[in-house]
């Protein structure tokens, strides 16, 4: 006999109504003692009677999700209360974390799989995917560790050092599990759903409904992407959580509680400096390549002398930039050089300071480990945004922030920096700056949460063609082979940087400069002249640089277009990031995958006909 629902419900409503009514009447009554033991002598018999038609219920869906939920939600809050009676904030912390966020992931789950219960085939095809995902116990290893790792995170944090670090590691660390995780779910997910129905024949029933081969590839697609969109909300609502936990801290010191606010959780754009002579550094390179080609030195490394069409080793081309920088950033004993700021602009009009971010490097410290050195500003006495004095002693090796009043930048968005190397008492010592982060003028221009759902955002576009990628394979691939490609694909786009530079230093090709049809042509004569001139190894490593090249091309940069970094050090992400990852990325390569995907998979013999 199937219970019905109008009596319990009745039961149900009789029992809170007598509960809370009486204990109402008796505390009027002035019998606190009693009205509480009737209240939770009541609530103990509602939680009961509920608990028997979730079991009696149990076999519908919305019922038994419902009673999964009600029973981690307890068990989630008796650790919490244990933890707190241990007197373990941290733990009870994570424990609430990893409820929030599992809870998060739940419904949100529901609320997917209602949007995606349209008519419509591909919403189908995705609304199953889903159910397909959750059910696969590699899906669901994924999200469990999603779901864990971020929670458990801050408590492995040591409160020994500055809360900026604790922030910073925070930040980077758990952006890259949230990133790698969801990368390797994607790429086994979008495999394993393909070669597995085509492998259990399961296909065979979707594909001889009216959908076309495309479709299905398009409501796989859609599936993986809303699964990883529902994964990346939970986990940066997780990560900007966690982030205020931590920000409540105690700092080491004021400064510490500055450098919280405005070094990490903000997003700021930066300034490098440039000569104060536009196109200086190129005039003074082009100046000594011709020295070195005078001198006789090697036409391999430095290219022929009165020859313009000639190019440089890139190593050595590379080398010599370098060289030259390090040369112009650092300043000699009592001397002095300029340094421009350039696109402040929107510094100015933010207002009301800028801060100057710098690392000096003496190459023999005084005794203090200090260094010895003064600004001017627009050529005039730098004094401090915040304190008004000049710039102080500076430790040696170490990250430094001074505060430039907005007002100093120029109405053309320009700002001069002169430094002085004022010399110690004991000893004469160049100070030198590290090219790229030696010295940056930051500006604020957004919030961390804002730059945190801006991130998210990139890293969603990268996941994109993972999944294509993964469909594409699962094409005409089995399972191993399939998994095995696109984890070549995805390493070699992550560290697409370091190959690229590494395939630069490894053979020399006609530079970037050089037009791309003439680029063609002297790469050939130059293999030509090698096999000619019997240096075969060399001319197979122009081969080889060759088809690295043409790797590298089509592989799409993700190196560069990684969030992680900027969000965890306070650095914006950037429009031009934003809309290079969704064109370069999201458009052109995903774009190129799925073309490719839907051709072999529309022929592709799926099941054939036996008589």
């Not at 244990?82 to 949100?108: C, H, N, P």
């Not at 864990?148 to 910073?168: C, N, S």
């Not at 979707?206 to 986990?235: D, E």
């Not at 940056?440 to 221009?445: D, L, N, Q, S």
Request: proline content about 5%; hydrophobic content about 50%; aromatic content about 10%.
């Amino acid at each position: 006999m199937k219970p019905r629902l109008a009596p319990w419900l009745t039961i149900l409503i009789a029992l809170i109504a007598a509960t809370v009514g009486l204990g109402f009447l008796l505390h009027g009554q002035g019998s606190s003692t009693l009205a509480n033991v009737v209240l939770g002598v009541g609530q103990t018999l509602t939680y009961l009677w509920i608990a028997r038609g979730l079991f009696l219920w149990r076999h519908v869906g919305w019922v038994s999700k419902t009673a999964r939920l009600i029973v981690f939600t307890m068990i989630s809050a008796f650790l919490v209360v244990m933890s707190e009676a241990l007197g373990s904030r941290s733990a009870s912390i994570t424990f609430l974390g990893v409820w929030g966020m599992a809870t998060a992931f739940m419904l949100g789950l529901e609320l997917l799989r209602l949007f995606l219960s349209g008519g419509w085939a591909v919403f189908g095809v995705a609304r199953t995917l889903l159910d397909e995902a959750i059910r696969m116990k590699m899906a669901l290893i994924f999200v469990v560790m999603l779901v864990l790792i971020v929670p458990f995170l801050p408590a492995t944090l040591g409160g020994e050092t500055r809360l900026q670090y604790r922030l910073e590691s925070f930040l980077t660390y758990s952006l890259t599990v949230i990133a790698t995780l969801l990368s390797v779910m994607t790429i086994l997910l979008a495999v394993r759903t393909v070669t597995s129905e085509l492998g259990e024949k399961q296909a065979f029933l979707t594909l001889t409904k009216p959908i076309s081969r495309p479709a299905y590839l398009a409501g796989k697609w859609v599936g993986i992407m809303a699964l990883n969109a529902l994964l990346l909300l939970v986990s940066g609502i997780g990560v900007y959580s966690f982030v205020k936990v931590l920000e409540r801290q105690p700092a080491m010191d004021f400064a510490d509680a500055v450098a919280v606010q405005e070094q990490v959780l903000t997003a700021r754009s930066s300034a490098e400096p440039g000569p104060a002579v536009p196109g200086a550094l190129a005039i003074d390179f082009d100046q000594k390549l011709q020295e070195m080609r005078q001198r006789g030195a090697d036409p391999v490394l430095y290219g022929q002398l009165g020859d313009p069409d000639t190019f440089v080793n890139p190593a050595m081309r590379q080398a010599m930039q370098l060289d030259m920088m390090k040369q112009w950033l650092t300043i000699p004993p009592r001397n002095r050089q300029t340094y421009r700021f350039s696109g402040l602009t929107a510094a100015k009009e933010a207002g009301p300071s800028v801060q100057l971010r710098f690392k000096p490097k003496a190459g023999r410290a005084e005794a203090d480990n200090m260094v010895r050195m003064a600004f001017r500003v627009n050529d005039r006495p730098f004094a401090d945004a915040r304190s008004g004095q000049p710039l102080p002693l500076v430790r040696n090796n170490t990250f430094h922030t001074a505060y430039i009043l907005s007002e100093e930048i120029r109405d053309d968005g320009t700002l001069d920096l002169t430094i002085i190397n004022t010399g110690g008492d004991t000893q004469q010592t160049a100070i030198t700056f590290k090219p790229g982060e030696g010295m940056e003028v930051f500006y604020k221009v957004g919030s961390f949460r804002g730059n945190l759902a801006k991130g998210m955002l990139v890293m969603w576009v990268r996941l994109g063609f993972l999944a294509a990628l993964g469909l594409a394979a699962a094409t005409f691939l089995g399972f191993p082979v399939a998994c095995l490609l696109c984890f070549l694909v995805f390493f070699a786009a992550v560290g697409s940087d370091y190959l690229g530079e590494s395939l630069r230093n490894y053979a020399s090709i006609p530079r970037d400069e050089v037009p791309w049809w003439d680029k063609i042509w002297l790469t050939v004569g130059k293999f030509a002249g090698h096999i000619k001139e019997g240096e075969v190894y060399n001319a197979f490593k122009l081969v080889i640089r060759v088809i690295g090249e043409g790797f590298t091309f089509i592989v799409p940069p993700m190196a560069r277009y990684s969030p992680t970094p900027l969000i965890a050090y306070g650095r914006s992400v950037e429009p031009s990031m934003i809309w290079g990852v969704f064109v370069r990325i999201g458009v052109v390569s995903t774009g190129v995958v799925a073309v490719a995907a839907s051709y072999f998979f529309s022929r592709r013999e799926v099941a054939q006909v036996q008589v």
